[in-house]
């Protein structure tokens, strides 16, 4: 194990023993780090000890590594812990993408061989690609969608419009025959324009014609 390995797993193991009364004992840390010889294992803690963020209590006469009975996690360690960013920064694992067996890394700040990001940004590449795909074809049919309902509306404004035309010609024929009289004597005087279809003069126009006729009457005595 690397030395920022061994520190890492110093200070995860003392911070899982933050409550306890004393730390965790230096045996079991050794035992825990079975790996990790007993000079190396002692360098690494006394490292942390000079950065405050372990302490190490009860000392023994005679033995030059790993003199302390116990080894407990501070304050400034247990805040270093609790900050995954700046725990991941200090204590990162670098590990070789061409190993199979990584075992449990749920949660660990890791540095992995550069082609293993390769193949990651690749994979993340193709799904990018793959969304943007997806939303292009999305935008074209709504666009599609619009245009259709576009030509749909013009076409029936045009319908409209050429029935409005339609109509408009028919009942301007309608006037034109019943006002110069062609095909019905009884609506020939009415000046006003006649409903498709009307033979007949109303009271009012019939009112009018009769109001005419007078006038032209009085005209002539006189």
């Not at 690494?44 to 372990?54: A, G, P, R, T």
């Not at 725990?87 to 993408?97: H, K, P, Q, T």
């Not at 990584?102 to 590449?125: A, K, L, M, P, W």
């Not at 709504?142 to 408009?168: R, W």
Request: glycine share 4%; aromatic share 4%; hydrophobic share 25%.
């Amino acid at each position: 194990m690397k030395p920022k390995e061994i520190r890492r797993k110093i200070l995860e193991t003392t911070y899982e023993h933050r409550h306890d009364d004393f730390g965790i004992e230096t045996r079991q840390l050794e035992s825990i780090l079975k790996n990790v010889d007993e000079k190396t294992l002692h360098q690494e803690i006394i490292y942390l000890e000079q950065k405050n963020l372990v302490t190490t209590k009860g000392r023994f006469m005679g033995k030059p590594y790993l003199n302390y009975s116990t080894v407990a996690i501070t304050a400034w360690g247990i805040d270093l812990v609790e900050d995954p960013d700046e725990f991941g920064r200090l204590f990162s694992i670098n590990i070789d993408a061409r190993q199979n067996n990584f075992g449990n890394i749920t949660g660990s700040n890791i540095n992995i061989d550069s082609r293993y990001v390769s193949q990651i940004i690749n994979e993340q590449d193709d799904k990018a690609q793959e969304l943007l795909k997806n939303l292009n074809e999305s935008i074209k049919k709504k666009d599609k969608d619009t245009k259709h309902k576009s030509e749909s509306h013009k076409e029936k404004q045009e319908t409209s419009k050429e029935k409005v035309v339609a109509v408009a010609e028919e009942h301007k024929t309608q006037v034109a025959v019943n006002n110069h009289g062609k095909t019905n004597e009884a609506t020939k005087n009415v000046k006003e324009p006649l409903k498709t279809g009307q033979t007949q003069p109303t009271a009012e126009q019939k009112q009018k014609q009769d109001e005419n006729k007078q006038k032209k009457s009085r005209g002539r005595k006189m």
